[in-house]
């Protein structure tokens, strides 16, 4: 016969055993709610599965409120944490760092009422987990990430002034890089002072404009992705500072507007050197006299 000792240790070995599975299941492959066939590159899934949701892990529970700015900043190629740094980790009990998709609920309050859409968004991952395709339910939740443009309205015009901060993407970023992770020691210092900068003259400001621009080296293509990303990036950190979102927009105008001239017959090295001063974040802010 089992002593009670025996059937002690046992159950407590069997509670052990319990957890363990649970935990394996949440941080290694899952529990469930996962895509089915998903692509080795990210690019798609044989069939896409929602999870319900009211499913939500219990600290999750009735979506959340992104912030537009920093949601709007993900892109292809970002790995877990940099994602995780911009909208914080997924939602449902599918798993976290072995799996191949992350799963949120998210609330956008409609700008004209305060009636509230709730939409479901899908990150699907490559073997080296880099994210690659994003997915909405219902798929017109999309058009919230586009900047609201606001109908003209006849108002009385008041004056206003621009001052323009350069910041050297250089000095803000690791070279070629763009994301909130490759901003450098320097980079950082000086977003922060820009920042408090403009929590300072926050009742004066009329609207912020973030615009990267990038050398002359590489496709046009790849150089407009490259300066969107990093004026989405400035743009986020601001955010993170408490500078109001519906302040901010953000463009990549790539190579255009050069403000250095560099010939070819350089070296590599450089020619590099040479088209730093077009490697940069500028920072347009309108405010009005008060």
């Given at each position: 016969?089992?002593?009670?000792?025996?059937?002690?240790?046992?159950?407590?070995?069997?509670?052990?055993?319990?957890?363990?599975?649970v935990?394996?299941?949440?941080?290694?492959?899952?529990?469930?709610?996962?895509?089915?066939?998903?692509?080795?590159?990210?690019?798609?899934?044989?069939?896409?599965?929602?999870p319900?949701?009211?499913?939500?892990?219990?600290?999750?529970?009735?979506?959340?409120?992104?912030?537009?700015?920093a949601?709007?900043?993900?892109?292809a190629?970002?790995?877990?944490?940099?994602?995780?740094?911009?909208i914080?980790?997924?939602?449902?009990?599918?798993?976290?760092?072995?799996?191949?998709?992350?799963?949120?609920?998210?609330?956008?309050?409609?700008?004209?009422?305060?009636?509230?859409?709730?939409?479901?968004?899908?990150?699907?991952?490559?073997?080296?987990?880099?994210?690659?395709?994003?997915?909405?339910?219902?798929?017109?939740?999309?058009?919230y990430?586009?900047?609201?443009?606001?109908?003209p309205?006849?108002?009385?015009?008041?004056?206003?002034?621009?001052?323009?901060?350069?910041?050297?993407?250089?000095?803000?970023?690791?070279?070629?890089?763009?994301?909130?992770?490759?901003?450098?020691?320097?980079?950082?210092?000086?977003?922060?002072?820009?920042?408090?900068?403009?929590?300072?003259?926050?009742?004066?400001?009329?609207?912020?404009?973030?615009?990267?621009?990038t050398?002359?080296?590489?496709?046009?293509?790849?150089?407009?992705?490259?300066?969107?990303?990093?004026a989405?990036?400035?743009?986020?950190?601001?955010?993170?500072?408490?500078?109001?979102?519906?302040?901010?927009?953000?463009?990549?105008?790539?190579?255009?507007?050069?403000?250095?001239?560099?010939?070819?017959?350089?070296?590599?090295?450089?020619?590099?050197?040479?088209?730093?001063?077009?490697?940069?974040?500028?920072?347009?802010?309108?405010?009005?006299?008060?």
């Amino acid at each position: 016969m089992m002593t009670k000792h025996c059937k002690s240790a046992v159950s407590s070995q069997r509670l052990v055993l319990a957890w363990t599975l649970v935990l394996a299941c949440l941080l290694l492959d899952g529990c469930g709610n996962v895509s089915q066939g998903v692509a080795k590159d990210g690019s798609g899934a044989q069939q896409l599965v929602w999870p319900a949701p009211g499913d939500v892990t219990p600290i999750h529970h009735g979506g959340t409120f992104p912030e537009l700015v920093a949601l709007r900043a993900v892109h292809a190629g970002m790995n877990k944490q940099q994602i995780a740094l911009l909208i914080g980790y997924p939602h449902f009990e599918e798993g976290i760092w072995a799996v191949h998709e992350w799963n949120y609920v998210f609330n956008f309050r409609d700008a004209d009422s305060d009636r509230v859409t709730v939409c479901q968004y899908k990150i699907l991952f490559d073997q080296e987990k880099l994210a690659r395709s994003f997915y909405w339910k219902p798929e017109d939740c999309s058009r919230y990430l586009n900047p609201r443009v606001n109908p003209p309205v006849a108002t009385v015009v008041s004056k206003t002034t621009e001052q323009v901060t350069t910041l050297s993407a250089d000095a803000l970023f690791k070279f070629d890089r763009y994301s909130r992770a490759d901003i450098t020691d320097g980079g950082h210092t000086q977003l922060d002072r820009l920042a408090e900068a403009l929590l300072a003259e926050q009742d004066h400001i009329v609207r912020i404009r973030v615009l990267g621009y990038t050398d002359r080296l590489g496709s046009d293509a790849y150089n407009e992705t490259l300066s969107q990303r990093r004026a989405d990036t400035v743009a986020a950190y601001l955010v993170e500072k408490h500078v109001p979102s519906d302040l901010i927009g953000t463009e990549g105008h790539g190579k255009s507007d050069p403000v250095a001239q560099c010939p070819d017959d350089k070296s590599r090295t450089r020619l590099i050197a040479c088209l730093a001063p077009n490697r940069r974040v500028l920072v347009r802010v309108e405010t009005r006299g008060g």
